[in-house]
């Protein structure tokens, strides 16, 4: 019983900022890596920014220097900041997780329902 869910989506203008946050909550045991996908109209899911449980991290070449991931191991949230957002940025965001549920040896993918984040004038 794990839930992802992501919030701070929305509209924004060129050049504007927004904060993303996903929370997860159940079973945990340990969490892996935390991973930000989004998916944008008519294209195919890519990953946008992962970290690791070391706080590694990988970037996307079109979101290098204006994105940054990061992650609160008490809270088991993961954020992503957005500045200097483009209207290429557009696209529903989706948080990933590998988790391993107490009482269980094995690690599993999960994923949050996903939030809107719109970039225009």
């Known amino acids: 019983q794990v839930q992802l869910v992501e919030s701070g989506g929305g509209l924004v203008q060129p050049g504007g900022s927004l904060r993303l946050s996903c929370v997860a909550s159940?079973?945990?045991?340990?969490?892996?890596?935390m991973d930000w996908y989004r998916q944008a109209p008519g294209k195919q899911r890519e990953l946008v920014a992962a970290?690791?449980?070391?706080?590694?991290?990988n970037y996307a070449d079109s979101v290098k220097g204006r994105f940054t991931i990061s992650r609160d191991n008490v809270k088991n949230t993961v954020y992503l900041q957005m500045n200097t957002l483009k209207p290429e940025d557009t696209a529903v965001y989706y948080c990933?997780?590998?988790?391993?549920?107490?009482?269980?040896?094995?690690?599993?993918?999960?994923w949050g329902q996903g939030t809107q984040v719109t970039v225009s004038s």
């Open positions: 970290i690791t449980s070391r706080g590694s991290t």
């Open positions: 159940g079973s945990i045991f340990r969490i892996n890596h």
């Open positions: 990933n997780a590998e988790i391993q549920l107490r009482n269980l040896r094995v690690s599993s993918d999960y």
